[in-house]
């Protein structure tokens, strides 16, 4: 029935096993070796992402405090122009005002100086109109 070749039976084995030992070599060693590498170099990254990770939160912490400090000397900085501008805009009005009084002080003496003026004027001429009233009243 079966016709089993024991020299046929050996050659073939050994052809299998050479053919195992040659693609064991060639392609499963490299194989295995490509995953390893990738499997290190997946770890590696994931590795390294975690430290990147813990960079930037220590990186936006750091930015936190720089932009905290920032706001607090820009709050300074506004108060501190604030009140410069609150003492000049005063000594502006005080320098306003002592100038008014100034003018207000001179316009009164120009006018008191108008009011005698007009006083010795009317004193002056009011023998003319004594003369004049009276000689209304003579013709009426």
Do not use: W
Request: aromatic share 4%.
């Amino acid at each position: 029935m079966l016709d089993i070749s024991p020299i046929l039976l050996i050659s073939v084995a050994i052809v299998f096993l050479l053919v195992l030992a040659r693609l064991n070599s060639c392609l499963y060693k490299p194989l295995f070796k490509h995953m390893d590498d990738r499997d290190s170099q997946i770890q590696s990254d994931l590795e390294n992402a975690r430290n990147n990770s813990a960079d930037v939160d220590g990186m936006l912490e750091e930015a936190s405090h720089i932009i905290a400090a920032a706001k607090k000397e820009a709050a300074a900085i506004r108060e501190k122009a604030r009140v410069e501008a609150t003492e000049i805009a005063q000594r502006k009005l005080a320098d306003a005002k002592k100038l008014a009084d100034e003018r207000y002080d001179e316009f009164a003496k120009v006018l008191a100086d108008e009011k005698i003026t007009l006083e010795q004027s009317l004193l002056a001429s009011m023998p003319q109109f004594r003369e004049a009233l009276n000689a209304k009243l003579k013709m009426v």
